[in-house]
């Protein structure tokens, strides 16, 4: 090993951007090829110092635009190399045409997106618009609630997307701003310890295997694409969700810290819950507990792993609840929310039959504030005290003017 | 090639150009490698073709600019001496032609039904220089 360690304090003030970059250096990525966006630059930009420091043995590609990163990306990926990138909103839907060549190419790359609102109008701040955009990429999305997720997450990324019966790319989300420029104690690992636990990287195919030659990225028509993309299907379906499992309990082992597939917080004799994404599962677990104090049983799941979506453990989750809300933090443009559909699907064949109200929030990295779930829990609680629901199916939270409820 | 399932073939839209081993793949000539049924070698394009080139040896001077410039491989070489056409890859795009030196030209591009024999019986004569 050519490059230096870096002695790491046990705790580190660091934001979220900075986490992701540390660990993208102890992952000890071979190629990270980027185009900066705000808010994901310092992501890169802490790589790109670490390897000319000396930290890293690894090349960092400077391309024209964001289309070109992630074709840069794989390419590095098909030749052989672990592989890495960053971006956010604009930049995210600039990559979308090659994203689906990453997860039919089977690719393994890990893609840190800091979520920030699509334009118009112009806006830098957070909200989910780009993840929703990527969910039917093929991609395996994880979603990090705070800097200390988006250290640990990184690392099961390249775990679960570079095991060879997966091979599929992985994208790491974190709330642009909130996670991404607030700095708080992370809790880190050793440079060995966190190498150990990604691995050395085992090539699949690779194309600088001159001993067995491959041609990526073929032509299938009519005769031959449909059971690519079953394939592909399948494995997202049946296999990546035990390997995440597997990769969570063995970082458990290693760090003592705890992820789950989906994260329950005071679910066990919950009647009212909160379903939400990114950031503000924190908040909602802060209101949680004071709901309980004043009576309201209330709960939050969180959702970790968003594709492949866990219907099982949502399904498991949210049994026995009698009022849900879904909380998407995305304009739906013309439907209801992601989430209001995924968690009607997953419960709409169960015995759980749950009254299920859909919020649009937060939109452009407008706050979500303690006060908005409280008014929110208690809405909750009203529909089971009235045994129906009172509320629209759709509403929005914290928007200005007349309010905005449909169907 | 037998239709496969979803579940019968290698992940990653990727092929295998050849079967089994590849040394010497470069001193190797085409006829007898290994290619795999997958390899576009075994797959003829030949119906994609309108005007074919002809080849007449008695003006070729063995340049190979043919054989470099082709971008289907399809020009035949054996020893450095050029002996004719592959017309299972070839598709007719006449940049052979464009790059033949000689005077007349050996390669001239030909209707797909044309009988070779008879247009090298009336190959065009020799172009004089304009003074």
Redesign the interface.
């Known amino acids: 090993m050519a490059f230096d360690k870096m002695e790491l304090r046990d705790i580190e003030v660091w934001d979220g951007n900075f986490a992701a970059a540390q660990a993208l250096r102890q992952s000890q990525v071979d190629v990270v090829a980027a185009y900066p966006i705000t808010p994901s630059t310092p992501i890169v930009e802490g790589y790109a110092k670490f390897t000319s420091d000396g930290y890293v043995e690894g090349e960092f590609v400077m391309v024209e635009s964001e289309h070109a990163a992630m074709s840069a990306c794989i390419g590095a990926a098909a030749a052989g190399g672990r592989v890495a990138t960053a971006t956010s909103s604009q930049g995210f839907a600039l990559m979308v045409e090659t994203l689906y060549q990453a997860s ?4 393994p790359i890990v893609l840190n997106v800091v979520n920030r609102a699509l334009a118009a109008p112009l806006n830098v701040n957070g909200d989910h618009s780009d993840m929703y955009l990527g969910r039917d990429s093929g991609w395996i999305q994880l979603d990090a609630y705070c800097p200390q997720d988006a250290y640990d997450l990184n690392f099961v990324a390249f775990r679960v997307s570079e095991d060879h019966d997966v ?1 599929l790319p992985c994208m790491v989300h974190q709330d642009g701003f909130m996670t991404s420029h607030t700095a708080q104690g992370v809790h880190t690992l050793t440079d060995d310890k966190a190498y150990g636990f990604v691995g050395d990287f085992k090539p699949m ?1 690779d194309m600088l295997d001159f ?8 032509q ?1 028509e009519e ?1 031959w694409h ?3 993309k ?3 299907h ?2 997202l379906m049946t296999k990546v969700m035990p390997k995440i499992q597997a990769a969570f309990d063995d970082f458990e082992k290693l760090s003592g810290r705890k992820y789950n597939i989906v994260e329950k917080y005071d679910m066990d004799d919950a009647d009212v819950c909160v379903v939400c994404l990114g950031t503000s599962v924190e908040t909602a677990r802060e209101v949680a507990t004071e709901m309980r104090a004043e009576g309201i049983k209330a709960g939050v799941v969180g959702i970790r792993v968003i594709r492949p979506f866990p219907f099982l453990e949502i399904a498991e989750a949210l049994k026995g609840v009698k009022a849900i809300a879904a909380l998407d933090r995305s304009s739906p443009n013309g439907t209801v929310g992601m989430l209001f559909n995924e968690i009607a699907g997953s419960l709409f064949n169960t015995d759980t039959k749950a009254m299920l109200s859909g919020y649009v929030y937060g939109l452009g990295g407008r706050d979500l504030t303690k006060a908005h779930l409280v008014a929110l829990f208690k809405e909750l609680q009203a529909n089971i005290d009235a045994g129906k629901v009172t509320t629209p199916l759709q509403q929005f939270i914290g928007v200005r003017g007349p309010k905005l409820a449909y169907l | 090639m037998a ?5 019968e ?10 079967d089994g081993k ?1 040394d010497d793949i470069a001193g190797t000539r085409q006829e007898d490698r290994e290619y795999s049924q ?1 390899s576009s070698y075994t797959a003829s394009v030949a119906d994609w073709r309108l005007i074919k080139p002809v080849f007449n040896k008695d003006y070729c001077i063995d340049c190979q600019f043919c054989w470099i410039y082709c971008p289907d491989v399809s020009i035949i070489s054996r020893d450095k001496k050029l002996i004719g056409v592959d017309m299972d890859h070839c598709k007719g795009c006449g940049i052979c032609v464009e790059v033949c030196p000689t005077n007349p030209k050996s390669l001239l591009m030909f209707p797909e039904q044309a009988d070779e024999e008879t247009e090298i019986a009336n190959w065009p004569k020799k172009d004089e220089e304009e003074a």
Do not use: S
Not at chain 1, 104 to 107: E, S, V
Not at chain 1, 211 to 218: A, K, L, N, Q
């Open positions: 039919g190419m089977r690719l091979r195919n001993e067995h030659p491959v041609t990526h990225g073929v299938t005769d449909f059971e690519h079953a394939r592909q399948n494995d | 239709k496969k399932g979803w579940d073939f290698e992940i990653g839209a990727m092929l295998r150009t050849f590849i997958n």
